[in-house]
T-cell receptor
């Protein structure tokens, strides 16, 4: 099973700042099949990025994904008030599918 | 627009079976060759993938839960289901159903349903 480790656990930033979230895999993610999700309290996760760098339908271009192999990054170029949430990475290159433990982006 | 909705589970007693159904609306569960998934989230914790099923009935379960999980699909009702046997308090969680997108990842989610295991 691929273990995904996200860092940092919490990111304290102000609106307008840039957020950089990391996801490291215990082994190479096949075909860079890595996704990122945003989850707000009381809501289901929302798909932001798939295949490491492709934005899902309707996702603003301030969200971008990069990386390959075992190291992946989600970048939010300028934080909007609605972006403060928990973010999860997830790999779907091998079974079982696994998630990272999450990074909380909070208001500084 | 495709939507997913989980049935209510409510309170389940320890050692009993948790049963959930996900109703798909807006398109046929048989269209597009999508995979249909169950994912859970314990209170205040992260996400755990339970498994998937295709409209054909082909399925795969997380090895950590495999001995207790059964998934099924009912194409006539446009639903897929989860059964989790011998539940304990550790199975208390919000259970989500989701669609495996063609591009990858889980692109559509239900709103989630809280299942509480308690006597």
């Amino acid at each position: 099973e691929i273990v995904l480790t996200q860092s940092p656990g919490t990111l304290s930033l102000s609106p307008g700042e840039r957020a950089t979230l990391s996801c490291r895999a215990s082994q190479s993610v096949s075909s860079n099949y890595l996704a990122w999700y945003q989850q707000k309290p009381g809501q289901a996760p929302r798909l932001l990025i798939y295949a490491a760098a492709s934005r899902a339908t309707g996702i603003p271009d301030r969200f971008s994904g990069s990386g390959s192999g075992t190291d992946f990054t989600l970048t939010i170029s300028r934080l909007e008030p609605e972006d403060f949430a928990v973010y999860y990475c997830q790999q779907y290159g091998s079974l079982p599918r696994t998630f990272g433990q999450g990074t909380k982006v909070e208001v500084k | 627009q495709l939507q997913l909705r989980e049935s209510d589970s409510g309170l389940v007693k320890p050692s009993q079976t948790l049963s959930l159904t996900c109703t798909v609306s807006g398109d046929s569960i048989s269209n597009g060759g999508y995979s249909w998934h169950w994912i859970r989230q314990s209170p205040g914790k992260g996400l755990e993938w339970i498994g998937y099923i295709y409209h054909s009935g082909s399925s795969y379960y997380n090895p950590s839960l495999k001995s207790r999980v059964t998934m099924s699909v009912d194409r006539s009702k446009n639903q897929f289901s989860l059964k989790l046997t011998s539940v304990t308090a550790a199975d208390t969680a919000v259970y989500y159903c989701a669609r495996g997108g063609n591009g990858g990842g889980f692109d559509i989610w239900g709103q989630g349903t809280l299942a509480t295991v308690s006597s």
